[in-house]
């Protein structure tokens, strides 16, 4: 099992998982010429993947993925909210509607959903598994709730939103409502609520870790590598980070 980031941010968003010959495209926020480009980076092309699965309707996430999927006639999956509130949802090739609470198949990987707090109609993050090790996904969520937990507790991978500094963006340019937006209930993890939803966990299988979904006006890779390290004990330098332009290569879940 491997996994690699084509991007993590406010400007786009897309992971790919590998377990064989299966591999999944997690949301696809950039234009088809850019996600065939990226993909690229990691010695893929659009024919190798085996479709692609939405968090939420939010166009970093979303706003490449229908015109990709319809290009190279792949598989969506994601739940009814996120369908019904895309316009073009209606046109994917190959629809599949998930339940957020309910395990299903792709192929050789085993997806998880789990709903998360965020401000879109009905947004999941997801945990896949070989069988045998998992990696657990968690961006876009305002807090952490007990499930969120249980489903992350455990992996042997785990890629986590730290989104913002609490104080580089109190003290920051954005207005004060887009401030309220991104630190509030269904908003984005700062480094510090991440680091707590770490500690939480059982984090005894961990392999690697990930802080992802960083945002360029209000974090630094730094403080969200101190957040977490912190809390594992470990160097700060093995901390990964996805940043916007390179995501991260290709990590080997053994």
């Known amino acids: 099992m491997r996994f690699a980031s084509l991007g993590s941010g406010s400007r786009g968003n897309a992971l790919v998982v590998e377990v064989k010959q299966t591999r999944l495209l997690l949301d696809c926020g950039f234009g088809i010429r850019e996600t065939v480009?990226?993909?690229?980076r990691l010695n893929l092309q659009p024919e190798d993947l085996t479709g692609i699965l939405i968090t939420h309707e939010h166009t970093d996430h979303i706003g490449g993925a229908v015109r990709f999927a319809r290009r190279y006639e792949l598989p969506v999956w994601l739940t009814h909210g996120t369908f019904t509130n895309h316009p073009l949802a209606q046109t994917?090739?190959?629809?599949r509607l998930i339940d957020g609470h309910s395990v299903f198949q792709a192929d050789e990987i085993e997806v998880q959903p789990f709903p998360v707090p965020h401000d879109a109609r009905?947004?999941?993050?997801?945990?896949?598994s070989s069988g045998s090790k998992r990696l657990g996904v968690l961006t876009d969520t305002g807090g952490s709730t007990p499930h969120i937990e249980a489903i992350l507790s455990g992996c042997d991978a785990l890629?986590?939103?730290c989104n913002h500094d609490s104080d580089m963006l109190r003290d920051g340019s954005y207005p004060p409502m887009l401030k309220q937006r991104v630190a509030g209930r269904f908003g984005h993890l700062d480094n510090g609520m991440a680091a707590r939803l770490l500690a939480s966990l059982d984090n005894s299988k961990l392999q690697h870790l990930i802080a992802a979904h960083l945002s360029e006006k209000n974090n630094t890779p730094k403080l969200a590598r101190a957040a977490l390290s912190d809390v594992l004990n470990c160097e700060?330098?093995?901390i990964g980070v996805a940043d916007q332009l390179d995501g991260f290569g290709w990590r080997q879940i053994v």
Do not use: G, K, M
């Not at 480009?37 to 690229?40: F, M, Q, T, W």
């Open 37 to 40: 480009a990226r993909l690229s």
């Open 92 to 95: 994917l090739p190959d629809i």
């Open 122 to 128: 009905e947004p999941v993050q997801y945990a896949f």
């Open 159 to 161: 890629v986590l939103e």
């Open 236 to 238: 700060p330098e093995w």
